[in-house]
């Protein structure tokens, strides 16, 4: 018994643990390293990924691609200023309305549960198209070239409040529900002082798929937006690349000037910028991830 526990760590065999270990490591590998690579061609001068492709050591190094980016460095600190804003009042909004409506439809007893549900559903499956969307936001609601115009179009994601309403049903049970209201709490302190602080996976799961949602968004603000003061990062990165790409294809330009031509980035430029664009996410998700799986997988038991 004693040589059999042994040679078994956490319930499996030593062999079958060291084969885990080395199959995590390839995949964490896997994940790792072409972020790495992304970060080092971003540094790469133009010459060398031209005549030695993407490497792990290139030849020779090179920041134009970050002085080219950062040429007008109050336009990015703007950008960041915009994507911030939408992404933490977006965030905050988007989990606090999703809640609001999953957590009605995962109740029993509610009397419009199937139809509020069926309306979701539907909504999942068949929306109006841009154009509609386009008129309703600039005619109707009148909120073009603003803010309101970056965060409405993704307040609330049906798939996400199906995840939560699935929550809700599977971790709040009825009887401490019912409990509290012999206590004498109404359904908004049941709520806000019961239901949210019992639901932190799925609300940290979610508020993670906004923040990444939010933050990637450059779409809504080639639609919606004409200010340059309100420009995202994530447009004003694309609007960096278009002109690189213009100048570029421009043979007239390119023949006149060469030894700019010579000196412009194109590689290098799009992995700077996929650097800029991904750093914030990558130091928001370790807030996230003790949460991430346990309310992505409670969610998902049902449909």
Not at 140 to 156: E, G, N, T
Not at 199 to 227: E, R
Request: glycine share 6%.
């Amino acid at each position: 018994m004693a040589n059999d526990s042994g040679s078994r760590i956490g319930g499996i065999s030593v062999a079958s643990s060291l084969i885990l270990n080395i199959a995590f490591v390839i995949l964490s590998l896997i994940c790792f390293l072409p972020v790495l690579l992304v970060i080092i061609v971003s540094f790469t001068d133009g010459q060398s990924i031209l005549t030695q492709g993407y490497s792990f050591v290139p030849d020779k190094w090179s920041l134009i691609a970050y002085e080219s980016i950062f040429k007008d460095f109050q336009t990015i600190v703007s950008g960041y200023r915009v994507s911030f804003t939408i992404t933490i009042l977006g965030t905050a909004l988007s989990v606090l309305l999703m809640a609001l409506y999953a957590y009605p439809i995962s109740r029993a007893d509610y009397p419009f549960r199937n139809a509020f549900t069926f309306f979701l559903f539907f909504t999942m499956l068949f929306n109006g198209g841009m154009v509609s969307r386009y008129l309703i936001y600039t005619q109707v609601l009148h909120i073009k070239d603003s803010y309101m115009a970056l965060i409405l179009p993704m307040l609330i994601v049906p798939f996400n409040v199906i995840i939560m309403r699935t929550f809700f049903q599977t971790t709040i049970h009825p009887a401490v529900i019912e409990s509290a209201r012999i206590d004498g709490a109404g359904e908004l302190r049941i709520f806000l002082r019961i239901v949210l602080p019992l639901s932190l996976p799925v609300l940290a799961t979610m508020a993670l798929f906004s923040t990444i949602g939010y933050w990637n968004d450059w779409f809504n603000a080639l639609l919606y937006v004409s200010s340059e003061d309100k420009y995202p990062l994530q447009y004003l990165m694309m609007r960096v690349l278009n002109d690189v790409q213009y100048l570029r294809n421009n043979v007239e330009l390119a023949a006149q000037n060469p030894t700019m031509m010579k000196n412009l980035p194109n590689e290098s430029l799009q992995m700077a910028m996929a650097v800029i664009g991904m750093g914030p996410i990558l130091i928001a998700y370790p807030f996230f991830q003790k949460y991430f799986v346990k309310g992505l997988t409670v969610g998902a038991v049902k449909g």
